[in-house]
């Protein structure tokens, strides 16, 4: 008995390893840094303690925004700024609410070392990627060397560059489909170019201008996040803040870097009476001194049209 049973623990044993090196080398199966991205982007293994991944605050399903007003991160801390979408970033040249990031891979650097988010220095991770298996091997196989912080961050700003979206009813109805978008989206469309005014700053192709704007959310009561200024220390630019792009906007509700915002509609009505919102701003954009005079039915409109920038990968079933 002891003897079969010895065989059978073998065989079990040897079918084990078999089995675990199968799966092994289906997970070492990625032929691109953009691809090996993807997968750091989902995996814990980049937080110290592995409690939080980007995809935690940066979620797929939501055009890779969070749907907390504050993510949370590492060790439990609330965050103090809302997590922005990372779709259709390949073109900008400036990252974060407040543009200190110049390059996606320097994006990618900031989350992994600071300290309230994932909490890992660079070095760390790195070593911590050379001794995991799958890692080491991957690393090898794509870059031709082990890791290193600039291939890390190489590959997971390669992954972000993937996330172009263009399959919107707003796109179909720019390359000739009449019946995409609603007639509600398409006299919001005519508001947003026009009476509106929302073009002069969310223009392009990804409705950014690429630009600070301080929009008037800033009175000087939260006196640790005066926008920009906490990177140039420039006086004319308190308050101001980084432009975003509006393509998925419909699914990344919390709105604003403070998360002051739960739907669209509120954003356009905070645009058409500001100061109904927000009191003694400081440099509020001289483009938002007065109403905008849109009715009910011209802010459903705009929101119609915002809505129309989803890419279907995106729509709610």
Not at 171 to 193: H, Q, S, W
Not at 229 to 237: P, Q
Not at 258 to 278: G, H, I, R, S, W
């Amino acid at each position: 008995m002891f003897r079969v049973r010895q065989i059978f623990t073998g065989v079990a044993a040897v079918l084990f390893l078999a089995s675990a090196v199968a799966f092994q080398n289906q997970e070492n199966d990625v032929s691109t840094k953009a691809e090996l991205g993807e997968k750091l982007f989902a995996d814990p293994i980049l937080s110290r303690g592995k409690a939080i991944s980007c995809a935690s605050c940066h979620i797929p399903a939501f055009a890779f925004a969070d749907t907390a007003a504050f993510s949370i991160g590492d060790k439990g801390t609330r965050l103090s700024r809302n997590s922005p979408a990372l779709t259709n970033l390949s073109g900008r040249p400036e990252f974060f609410c407040d543009g200190r990031a110049a390059s996606l891979e320097e994006q990618a650097l900031g989350p992994l070392s600071t300290h309230d988010e994932m909490d890992l220095p660079v070095e760390q991770a790195v070593e911590r990627l050379k001794q995991n298996p799958f890692y080491s091997a991957a690393f090898q196989k794509i870059f031709k060397t082990e890791v290193n912080q600039t291939n890390l961050l190489s590959a997971i700003a390669a992954f972000e560059r993937t996330l172009e979206t263009t399959d919107t009813p707003y796109d179909r109805y720019l390359d000739g489909d009449e019946n995409a978008m609603t007639p509600e989206a398409v006299r919001g469309r005519i508001l947003f170019i026009g009476k509106a005014g929302c073009a002069t700053c969310h223009s392009g192709e990804d409705f950014t201008a690429d630009r600070f704007k301080n929009i008037g959310l800033f009175n000087g009561q939260n006196l640790t996040d005066a926008g920009r200024y906490k990177i140039t220390r420039d006086s004319a630019h308190i308050g101001l803040f980084k432009v975003p792009g509006l393509r998925n906007v419909a699914v990344t509700a919390p709105y604003m870097h403070n998360a002051m915002f739960k739907t669209l509609k509120e954003v356009v009505q905070y645009y058409n009476t500001p100061d109904k919102f927000v009191s003694n701003s400081i440099n509020r954009d001289k483009s938002l001194g007065s109403s905008l005079n849109l009715s009910d039915s011209d802010v459903n409109d705009i929101v119609a049209f915002l809505e129309a920038l989803t890419d279907d990968r995106f729509k709610r079933k």
